[in-house]
Nanobody
Framework: EVQLVESGGGLVQAGGSLRLFCAASGFSFNDYAIGWFRQAPGKERERVSCISNDGRRYYEDSVKGRFTISSDNAENMLYLQMNSLRPEDTAVYYC???????????????WGQGTQVTVSS
């Protein structure tokens, strides 16, 4: 069974840090890209970051220099280290399996259930 389960969300003050976890099962990271998305209240879901099977990393502009995506392919674990958090980072964060494309990370075919991140002022 293909499954993605996020954890690590919570409440943190602005300027603080959180580390998100995504445990994957039923597939190999060698065959797919894997990424993080988020959806803030009243906004559409947006791409945050992804990592391709060859280790290339991509970041949305607003998180560059603050967030770091990483993976442990042997353990089928995906991580998102979030530093210097801002209130506008408040959202439900989802991990997702993505198809591999020449440019890096393609379309999503499997979503996790999401984990809430709330950043207070």
């Amino acid at each position: 069974e293909v499954q993605l389960v996020e954890s690590g969300g919570g409440l943190v003050q602005a300027g603080g840090s959180l580390r998100l976890f995504c445990a994957a099962s039923g597939f190999s990271f060698n065959d797919y890209a894997i990424g993080w998305f988020r959806q803030a209240p009243g906004k559409e879901r947006e791409r945050v970051s992804c990592i391709s099977n060859d280790g290339r990393r991509y970041y949305e502009d607003s998180v560059k220099g603050r967030f770091t995506i990483s993976s442990d392919n042997a353990e089928n674990m995906l991580y998102l280290q979030m530093n210097s958090l801002r209130p506008e980072d408040t959202a439900v964060y989802y991990c997702a399996r993505q198809k591999l494309v020449t440019g890096g990370c393609g379309g999503v075919d499997i979503w996790g259930q999401g984990t809430q991140v709330t950043v207070s002022s």
